[in-house]
């Protein structure tokens, strides 16, 4: 399989090659040259297999010739082995024609895991190949800093370093950064804010002799290999509520549009899905594009579930490249017009066809609480903020004639543990493999806000782990 980038000027790589390189040079977004479809026989094909095999069924066209399928089955096997539940995506049902799919069974209790275990791994085999090391730094204010760390933590050719603010994050958040002893991963707290920490990021990256000595490179959201492996569960639980024979629909706690996007590459492939609920708080810029074409940029506010609190959703140009019929010039010149202006100025007939599939819904932090409850006392269901609220779009947006519609259940509910008691008086207890995290021995250093500090301690790490 060959990727191209959004904006069209960049080199056409195989997945080995955009699983490396993350953004592509021009500042675009890797995506298939072609997408791979499959047939009602293929889907049914699918069933009843257990979630690693046919996770590596269903990314296997996109991974083509640059890893071998019995290496791929491998990696799928042992990336969701150590999930805490062994059907790693299960469906629970809440009403006649509603379902959740849990999505927070990995060891960092939230959806990341879904594609940052795997990646890990196919990072740690393309390097092996290509007989490379590569240094992984991040900047995070909670959770994708964690689902990194763990997805990285004993791999052979790969170290990591995250940047968080000190004293800013909560303290599970913290511990489970921390708490990961692996000689390959080091913690960074630093004296300033979550801004300041990505600044440092950025500001490694800006100086190549530095980048160039430690080999950096980055996991995050626009990597398109993440966007590959959070298409098995789409498939995984249509299949399961009937699909082919059965339409179905999904709701999607929204931030930076990749879960959603995955979601919408499944139907790409010929799942039958028939509508896409884009879930968001008050943090609302994907909602009103959806309702009224007004994809504009406000402030972002905080709320009960941060991981959504999102202005700019970073995968959103894919599907705009897609809506303008992969017009790379067309989509630079949105992009262009956006970055200038806070306002994206999408064609009429592209915002159409995205209406015709996506609806938009938000929600905010008194709305969410509410559902919590609703939810709880109806079903004895405990959701997380984020997913309370696809739930609470799936409800709104129901399919009518019995479509069922899977509500994406993003985190485990004991990530937040104060927004729970507040709507329940209950604060759920983590799993037990987790229940020791507050005895667990921590491991950071602690650095002001300065680059030629921050790089000192980033190079103690690598040559630390290569001792
Ligand atoms: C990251 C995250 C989201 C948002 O997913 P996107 O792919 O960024 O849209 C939603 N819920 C939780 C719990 C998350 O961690």
């Known amino acids: 399989m060959r990727y191209v980038s959004t904006r069209g000027q960049a080199p056409v790589r195989d997945f080995s090659g955009v699983l490396l390189a993350g953004l592509a040079e021009d500042g675009g977004l890797y995506m298939p040259a072609t997408w791979p479809t499959f047939s009602a026989a293929d889907?049914?094909?699918?069933?009843?297999?257990?979630?690693?095999?046919?996770?590596?069924r269903v990314m296997q066209p996109f991974i083509g010739d640059a890893i071998p399928f019995a290496t791929l089955q491998g990696?799928?096997?042992?990336?969701?082995?150590?999930?805490?539940?062994?059907?790693?995506?299960?469906?629970?049902?809440?009403?006649?024609?509603?379902?959740?799919?849990?999505?927070?069974?990995?060891?960092?209790?939230a959806f990341k895991d879904m594609a940052m275990q795997l990646l890990g791994r196919l990072f740690d085999h393309v390097l092996t190949q290509r007989d490379e090391r590569v240094?992984?730094?991040?900047?995070?204010s909670g959770d994708t800093g964690s689902a990194a760390i763990e997805a990285c933590a004993g791999r052979a050719r790969v170290d990591i370093v995250i940047l968080h603010p000190h004293g800013r994050t909560s303290e599970v958040q913290r511990r489970q950064m921390t708490t990961v002893l692996a000689p390959n991963v080091g913690n960074i707290a630093v004296d300033g804010t979550f801004d300041d920490c990505q600044d440092l990021v950025k500001a490694m990256f800006a100086d190549t002799a530095f980048r160039g000595e430690m080999h950096l490179s980055a996991v995050n959201s626009i990597n398109w290999a993440r966007i590959a492996a959070q298409i098995?569960?789409?498939?995984?639980?249509?299949?399961?509520?009937?699909?082919?024979?059965?339409?179905v629909a999904f709701s999607v706690p929204s931030g930076n549009f990749g879960n959603v996007l995955a979601a919408w590459a499944?139907?790409?492939?010929?799942?039958?899905?028939?509508?896409?609920?884009?879930a968001s708080n008050r943090n609302d810029i994907l909602a009103r594009f959806l309702a009224a074409n007004d994809m504009s940029v406000r402030g972002v506010e905080p709320s009960l579930s941060p991981s959504m609190d999102i202005q700019v959703s970073s995968n959103f140009e894919r599907l705009l490249f897609e809506l303008m019929d992969r017009d790379a010039a067309a989509t630079v010149a949105a992009m262009t017009a956006f970055r200038a202006t806070g306002r994206m100025p999408v064609p009429q007939q592209a915002w159409q066809r995205a209406r015709a599939v996506f609806h938009g819904f938000h929600l905010d932090d008194a709305g969410t609480v509410t559902e919590i409850r609703r939810l709880h006392a109806a079903s004895g269901y405990l959701a997380d903020p984020h997913t309370a609220i696809g739930i609470a779009a799936a409800?709104?947006?129901?399919?009518?004639?019995?479509?069922?519609?899977?509500?994406?259940?993003t985190a485990h509910p004991a990530k937040f543990p104060d927004a729970m008691e507040q709507a329940t008086g209950l604060r759920p207890p983590l799993p037990a493999r987790l229940a020791d995290l507050y005895e667990r021995p921590e491991r950071f250093t602690r650095a002001p806000n300065d680059l030629g500090a921050i790089e000192a301690q980033v190079r103690a790490t690598v040559l630390r782990n290569a001792a």
């Open 135 to 140: 240094t992984i730094v991040g900047a995070t």
């Open 232 to 247: 098995p569960y789409y498939v995984a639980s249509a299949l399961a509520l009937g699909a082919p024979e059965r339409e």
């Open 395 to 409: 409800r709104a947006l129901a399919c009518p004639h019995g479509v069922p519609t899977i509500a994406m259940a």
């Open 43 to 56: 889907w049914r094909s699918l069933r009843g297999l257990p979630y690693a095999e046919l996770a590596a």
């Open 75 to 109: 990696l799928c096997r042992d990336a969701y082995a150590s999930f805490g539940h062994p059907a790693v995506v299960p469906l629970v049902q809440l009403d006649s024609r509603l379902w959740a799919q849990e999505l927070f069974h990995g060891p960092t209790l």
């Open 266 to 278: 499944a139907r790409r492939m010929g799942l039958p899905v028939v509508r896409l609920v884009v």
